[in-house]
């Protein structure tokens, strides 16, 4: 079973920048490899939405809020995903939450079966 724990959030001022990650635990290199993985968010009162994902061959997709502001990577050999976001605003105030899948699905932001506890960024 797969684990995901994600650090790095914290209260930043508008125009700051942060980076968080995702330490991955209870499968294998190979396993992690070939996950895809990804950064969802969600906002007081608001549902949570997909921020950036990445493959298994490192290919990326953001979320236009994000694009151009965040870089989703991933360091396989210390199973942890990243996300570097820059030029912070309150509308990035949520809850950060890694994610994980190993099967395919419709869309980069369905079909997650792993899921960390969260972190949270507040932006002032």
């Known amino acids: 079973h797969v684990q995901l724990v994600e650090s790095g959030g914290g209260s930043v001022q508008a125009g700051g920048s942060l980076r968080l990650s995702c330490v991955a635990s209870?499968?294998?290199?190979?396993?992690?490899?070939?996950?895809?993985m990804a950064w969802f968010r969600q906002a007081p009162g608001k549902e949570r939405e997909g921020v950036a994902y990445?493959?298994?061959?490192?290919?990326?997709t953001y979320a236009a809020s994000v694009k151009g502001r965040a870089t989703i990577s991933k360091d396989n050999a210390k199973n942890t995903l990243y996300l570097q976001m820059n030029s912070l605003n309150p509308e990035d105030t949520a809850i950060y939450y890694c994610?994980?899948?190993?099967?395919?699905?419709?869309?980069?932001?369905?079909?997650?079966?792993?899921w960390g506890q969260g972190t949270q960024v507040t932006v002032s």
């Open positions: 994610a994980a899948r190993n099967l395919a699905a419709a869309t980069w932001y369905e079909g997650y079966n792993y």
């Open positions: 209870g499968g294998t290199y190979s396993h992690y490899r070939a996950y895809c």
């Open positions: 990445i493959d298994g061959d490192g290919s990326t």
